[in-house]
Structures are given as C-alpha cells and as structure tokens.
C-alpha cells in the first residue's frame, strides 16, 4: 500500500501545493482541515480516493491524533494572521504546533515537518514571531528530527502579498504602504512546497531551512515591479512607522469592537513586523542545500497579475492595436 501523509492545513495557500506534489508523487493524502467541505478542490489533485479532505481543529488533541492515525509522515502548514479570538497566534502557531510535534512522536510517526517563517523568535519584537519562535520550540522538544521550514513572504497565483496590493491599486493614484525599505526575499510557493515534499520523504536532513527566492528587494522596489507588471502608475506613499501605528492601533480597536467579524486591514503587531528585514540569514541552511533552484518572481508573477491591468487579459493585444495604428 502507498505511503500516508497527513497535511494539516492542507487546502490553504501551501498546503494545497504540498498536497499536489504528494498526490504526484503516488502517496494518499490526508488534508486536515476545520471545513472540509471547503477543502474539496483538492480532491482532484490523485485519483479517486487519494486525496481525501477530513475535519481537524488544531487546538483539539483527540482530532489531531486521529487526523494522524496511521501517517508515515506529517506536515504542519497551519498559522495564522490574527492575535485575537480562539485561533490566535499562540493557540495555533504555539500550542497547536506542539500539539502536533508531541502527538507524531507518541504515534511514531516517522517524518515531521513544520511551517514557520524567517523572523521566528521567542524574544521577537512582535507577537506573532515570538508564537512562531515558541512552535519551533516546542516542535524540537518533542520531535528533535523535524525538519522547519522558514520562508520569506511567498508569491503565488492565490497569494496575499502582490494579490492584495494590485487590488488596492485600482482604488485611486496613491497606493500606501508601511516601511518601504524593509527587505524582502520573495519565495515562489510552489518551492516551499517542492522542500516540503523531500522533507516528508525523509530526503532532507533535520534542522531548520530558511527560504528565499533569487531576489533581494525593498518593499518599495516590489510594488514599484508589481505596478510594472499590471501596468498601472501609481504614487507610492511610504506611511511613517508612528503613524501606520497609530493606524493599526485604531482597526485592532475596530476589529476588537466587532468581535472580530471585521478583520482590520492593518495591525499594530504587522507594523512591528515591517520593522524587521524578511531575508535569509547569513549561514542558514537554504535550497542550495537540497539542490533547488528557486524561481524568480518575473517568470510567475505576471501568468496571475494581468487580471489587474485596465484591459485584463487583452493588454497584450490592445498594445499591438496601438502600435499597428501609428
């Protein structure tokens, strides 16, 4: 019988690829996730019956256990963005992950691999490294040979970086954004996931590896190339960090007084974020290591970014109008 792998996460924005490369690879996988009935676009990635979405809540141990029954391997790709409620930074990037660590290794399972992120720190400045810096903890304490994945902001046909910012660049002549000379080291998702898959294989060595693409930019420089590639010319105001803090300080009100059905557009702790530089550390192991490549964000990006172009698809065509007619 075929290798078992249990995603947890499974269908989000890494997990989905993760999820791709094993079905590809012959293994059944097991995508846990809180709605697996949103989950179902994942089923087509194996044959019938490989892929199988099933109900899973991180913060429960009896759920996770048996989401994990019978695993030859298990990926950790749940986090979370959001400080409040039920599934804040420490219930799911702390507890969560040391639930899933402390489980796999009573199972036996025989390969784990965790998703965390560049910047993860106990004694990080924001909450949200100090709980990805507590699940690492927690993670080795439990199960030393997990292999922790830590990439930089990752780019993708369904990611939250480039896909918000083109959006928000329809909306007038002036695109905000918060510390614009904060580095970054975009990683291709589908990377991420390509080291997830040798990981779950037991084809990598224990540790932690940080990941970033061939490219070392400002945030400023990235918007001033995602404008480029949706050919739209906007004004870029790089918000003070004081003041884009008392902004995130305002929507955490918001958000607060809600109950968190409104989601704020921007956070005191994300502000604190923006602070530090996202990029690879000196010495840390990286893809080189397991042999990849990474992918440049100018072969990807613009096969999902044209649907922000004023002519879509057509802006190709609608140039070569213009040049035919003069």
């Known amino acids: 019988m075929s290798?078992?792998?249990?995603?947890?996460?499974?269908?989000?924005?890494?997990?989905?690829?993760?999820?791709?490369?094993?079905?590809?690879?012959g293994w059944r996988v097991r995508v846990a996730v809180r709605r697996p009935n949103e989950a179902l676009f994942v089923k087509?990635?194996?044959?019938?019956?490989?892929?199988?979405?099933?109900?899973?809540?991180?913060?429960?141990d009896a759920s996770v256990a048996e989401a994990m029954t019978g695993a030859d391997a298990v990926v950790n790709c749940v986090g979370t963005f959001d400080k409040g409620g039920k599934n804040n930074f420490d219930a799911v990037q702390n507890l969560g992950a040391e639930r899933v660590a402390r489980l796999a290794a009573e199972k036996g399972v025989a390969q784990l691999v965790h998703l965390s992120a560049i910047g993860a720190d106990t004694n990080g400045a924001s909450l949200y490294a100090q709980s990805k810096g507590k699940g690492e903890e927690a993670i080795l304490k439990h199960f030393p040979d997990a292999v922790i994945l830590r990439p930089s902001v990752m780019f993708g046909p369904e990611d939250n970086f480039f896909n918000r910012f083109?959006?928000?660049?329809?909306?007038?002549?002036?695109?905000?954004?918060?510390?614009?000379?904060?580095?970054?080291?975009?990683?291709?998702?589908?990377?991420?996931?390509?080291?997830?898959?040798?990981?779950?294989?037991?084809?990598?060595?224990?540790?932690i590896y940080e990941l970033g693409g061939p490219e070392v930019q400002t945030f400023r420089e990235l918007m001033v190339d995602m404008l480029t590639v949706i050919q739209r010319r906007k004004i870029i105001l790089n918000m003070p960090f004081w003041l884009a803090g008392v902004m995130g300080s305002i929507f955490d009100a918001g958000s607060a007084m809600t109950?968190?059905?409104?989601?704020?557009?921007?956070?005191?702790?994300?502000?604190?974020?923006?602070?530090?530089?996202?990029?690879?550390?000196?010495?840390?192991?990286?893809?080189?290591?397991?042999?990849?490549?990474?992918?440049?964000?100018?072969?990807?990006?613009?096969?999902?970014?044209?649907?922000?172009?004023?002519?879509?698809?057509?802006?190709?065509?609608?140039?070569?109008?213009?040049?035919?007619?003069?």
């Open 3 to 25: 290798k078992l792998v249990t995603i947890y996460g499974g269908s989000g924005f890494v997990g989905r690829y993760i999820a791709r490369r094993m079905a590809k690879a």
């Open 44 to 60: 087509p990635y194996g044959t019938v019956g490989q892929v199988a979405p099933i109900l899973c809540n991180i913060r429960d």
């Open 166 to 207: 083109a959006a928000m660049s329809r909306m007038g002549p002036i695109l905000p954004i918060v510390g614009g000379q904060t580095k970054f080291q975009p990683v291709f998702v589908d990377d991420v996931a390509a080291v997830a898959e040798k990981a779950a294989k037991g084809e990598a060595t224990p540790g």
């Open 259 to 326: 109950g968190g059905l409104v989601p704020a557009p921007l956070t005191r702790d994300q502000v604190t974020q923006l602070k530090q530089d996202n990029v690879v550390a000196d010495g840390a192991k990286t893809f080189a290591d397991l042999g990849i490549t990474p992918t440049a964000m100018e072969v990807v990006i613009p096969q999902y970014l044209w649907r922000y172009r004023t002519t879509g698809q057509y802006a190709d065509i609608t140039q070569s109008a213009r040049n035919l007619r003069t």
